[in-house]
Nanobody, 120 residues
Framework: EVQLQASGGGLVQAGGSLRISCQAS????????IGWFRQAPGKEREGILC?????TSTYSVQDRFIISSDSARNTVYLQMNRLKPEDTAVYYC????????????????WGQGTLVTVSS
């Protein structure tokens, strides 16, 4: 059974940090790209970062969100720093073989999401 298990969400104060995880099972992890998306209340889902599962580098956006992959654990992480109330959202991970992209339609598998709430 294919599964993408997102975990690690929770309540954090503004300015704090949180690391969420996406653990994959049931498919050949190394062949896939894993992307992180989020959906804030009342807004459309948006892409954040993506990474090839075998990639040992890290990538960041705004120097606040950093994605990394641990292929030995079939897990991709999203480190979130200097969090803001507007980062409050359900965070989803997804997998595709087409390549790194923010286009949701390219992603074959989706996790159930983990809620991150940032208080002011």
């Amino acid at each position: 059974e294919v599964q993408l298990q997102a975990s690690g969400g929770g309540l954090v104060q503004a300015g704090g940090s949180l690391r969420i995880s996406c653990q994959a099972s049931g498919f050949t992890f190394d062949r896939y790209v894993i992307g992180w998306f989020r959906q804030a209340p009342g807004k459309e889902r948006e892409g954040i970062l993506c990474i090839r599962s075998r990639d040992t580098s890290t990538y960041s956006v705004q120097d606040r969100f950093i994605i990394s992959s641990d292929s030995a654990r079939n897990t991709v992480y999203l480190q979130m720093n200097r969090l803001k109330p507007e980062d409050t959202a359900v965070y989803y991970c997804a997998a595709n073989t087409a390549g790194c992209s923010a286009a949701e339609g390219l992603y074959t598998y989706w996790g159930q999401g983990t809620l991150v709430t940032v208080s002011s």
